[in-house]
């Protein structure tokens, strides 16, 4: 049995990123046409909508009106989806060192 181990290990963990994937990251209302993601900028044209970003960046809008828009370019999914997890609930630092005491030196190079 302990020829299988390792799939079921990346099993267990794909498992749970993708109930982690479906946590929300981040909620932003807002009136700009700007956004790095927006390929639709005449929804803001004259009302403010609310971006609600998901755990594997996917990002679901809101308009004025309660319908609903997504943008799915930049879903993590497979190992980069398995990657983003462990690095978030394992408080993974970019350079890779758990509980990173120069995060903020290696996410902003410095600056």
């Known amino acids: 049995m302990t020829q299988y ?6 099993k267990r963990k ?4 993708e ?3 479906n946590g929300i990251k981040s909620i932003h209302s807002h009136k700009m046409n700007s956004m790095w993601y927006d390929t639709r900028p ?3 044209k004259h ?3 609310t971006d609600t970003q998901y755990n594997d960046l996917s990002i679901e809008r809101r308009l004025h009106n309660g319908a609903l828009v997504f943008f799915n370019e930049e879903k993590l999914t497979g190992e980069a989806l398995i990657d983003a997890w ?8 970019v350079c890779g060192t758990q509980n990173c ?5 290696c996410t902003t190079h410095g600056y």
């Not at 794909?14 to 990123?17: F, N």
């Not at 005491?101 to 030196?105: G, I, L, W």
């Open 5 to 10: 181990r390792e799939l079921i290990n990346r």
């Open 14 to 17: 794909q498992l749970s990123a």
């Open 19 to 21: 109930e982690w994937a």
């Open 42 to 44: 005449q929804d803001t």
């Open 47 to 49: 009302f403010a909508v």
């Open 86 to 93: 462990e690095k978030a609930t394992h408080n993974l630092c």
């Open 101 to 105: 005491p120069t995060e903020y030196s």
